[in-house]
């Protein structure tokens, strides 16, 4: 295991010590959480009762071969507590998610949750959003180019997302365009823009969403609350 994946593992792990029995736990998506998945899969195995929502059918899939009980939204109108990753972690906590695709889902989840943690390595956190990662936008497919040359006024460059050659399509069917800026100083100002754009189905920004952020670094688990 490199460095920068056992330092995900400790923060993804350390991240399942906050989950109690009885809890509806949202599960994100992402390589960090899904060291809290494993985790919470033993815990499952010796006893612990808990439901779990996920943010993906990746994040479903893993949670079902680790035998962690699934709920939906429909059964359960409030969620206890969502551990999820993310892509840039600022001092306030404020977020960009969504490189892993799953943006949307993760975003509703985090929305009905009462306590949302999120996990990560060192590398993630930023002074100011918009240094590092990309910003990703979730579109209707059939909006694309009128949302790309939108976004092309907007940030300094706007690529639709691919995979393998092809254009990547999220879980609900839609494409996302992955918008880079020099940085994001007034992000609640961005996501107003973005909101009003017809065809943008959601924006990667997770401002105020989060309540901790548990970080591996090579000091140990730094938290950021
Ligand atoms: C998926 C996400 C992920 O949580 C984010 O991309 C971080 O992933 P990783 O832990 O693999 O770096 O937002 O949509």
């Known amino acids: 295991m ?8 400790i923060a993804g792990e350390k991240a399942a010590s906050s989950v109690e029995d009885g809890m509806i736990v949202g599960l994100g998506t992402g390589s960090t959480v899904y060291y809290t998945i494993l985790e919470l899969g033993k815990m499952v195995r010796n006893g612990l009762k808990i439901t ?6 990746a994040t479903e899939k893993l949670a079902v071969t680790h035998g ?9 109108h409030s969620i206890d507590l969502t551990i999820d990753g993310a ?10 998610k969504g490189m892993g695709g799953a943006l949307l889902r993760e975003k509703v989840v985090a929305s009905v949750s009462k306590q949302l943690i999120i996990v990560a390595d060192g590398s993630k956190t930023v002074e100011v959003l918009g240094t590092k990662s990309p910003l990703p936008v979730e579109v209707l497919p059939f909006a694309v180019p009128a949302v790309l040359r939108k976004l ?7 690529e639709v997302r691919l995979r393998n050659g092809y254009i990547y399509v999220s879980d609900n069917g839609n494409n996302i365009i992955d918008c880079r800026f020099s940085s994001i ?20 920004l997770f401002l105020g969403m989060a309540d901790r952020a548990i970080i591996g670094t090579a000091d140990g688990i730094k938290l950021i609350e």
Do not use: F, M
């Not at 962690?68 to 359960?76: A, M, N, T």
């Not at 823009?193 to 990667?204: A, D, M, Q, T, W």
């Open 185 to 204: 100083p007034e992000p609640e100002k961005l996501e107003a823009s973005l909101n009003r754009i017809p065809g943008v189905v959601e924006n990667g």
């Open 152 to 158: 092309g006024d907007i940030c300094t460059q706007a």
């Open 87 to 96: 892509d840039e972690i600022a001092p306030n906590l404020d977020l960009i």
């Open 2 to 9: 490199n460095d920068s994946e056992s330092l995900k593992r």
């Open 52 to 57: 779990g929502i996920p943010t993906s059918k």
């Open 68 to 76: 962690i009980p699934l709920g939906s939204l429909e059964q359960h």
